[in-house]
């Protein structure tokens, strides 16, 4: 469910709560503006196989060196994603894997998953309970997990970046709209 944000007060209260805006802040070290804010419901897929090879649909939505700056020491990112679970995710109900480490290293993504797949202990899944969120930068190689039991995995997703990129989306979107316009 796309753009929830105004859906009801009290998801726009979440999502602008001043605890969420502040790691986020943080990470991207300065202001930032949410961009979106969707809802996510996974379910298992009905073709799962239990026996068969487990491969995620790993990406990111930033490239290292481009996405991240290093300020006062600390690494930070000009993208990032908070994930909160709206119900109790076990080791079987589908949640976010993570390449760790990922989201530091610049190198061709698919060299990345490659030897996350070889090395299976650089992969790591959230197992969390409802109320939780997870806070990453978008050079964060990322993907839903498998959903394994009969649950359904429910997030909310927010994507927030540096308010410094805003003049570039607005034109990103005023560049999109004249074109298909014409079109």
Do not use: C
Not at 60 to 83: C, E, I, M, R, Y
Not at 86 to 109: C, F, Q, W
Not at 137 to 143: G, K
């Amino acid at each position: 469910i796309a753009n929830i944000i105004e859906a009801d007060p009290v998801i726009t209260a979440y999502a602008t709560h001043p605890r969420l805006v502040a790691m986020a802040e943080e990470l991207i070290g300065g202001e930032s503006r949410i961009v979106e804010f969707n809802a996510h419901i996974n379910s298992r897929d009905p073709d799962w196989d239990p026996d068969g090879e487990v491969h995620y649909g790993f990406h990111k939505g930033a490239d290292v060196p481009f996405a991240t700056h290093v300020q006062n020491g600390l690494l930070h990112s000009n993208f990032v994603k908070t994930l909160t679970n709206l119900n109790d995710l076990g080791p079987d109900d589908g949640g976010t894997v993570v390449i760790a480490g990922s989201h530091k290293v610049d190198a061709p993504t698919q060299d990345l998953i490659a030897l996350a797949y070889q090395d299976p202990s650089l992969i790591h899944q959230v197992v969390a309970p409802a109320g939780s969120t997870l806070l990453f930068s978008e050079t964060l190689l990322h993907a839903t997990g498998q959903v394994r039991s009969d649950n359904e995995r429910v997030i909310i997703r927010s994507e927030e970046h540096t308010s410094e990129l805003q003049p570039l989306v607005n034109l990103y979107f005023r560049l999109l709209h004249a074109t298909t316009k014409n079109h």
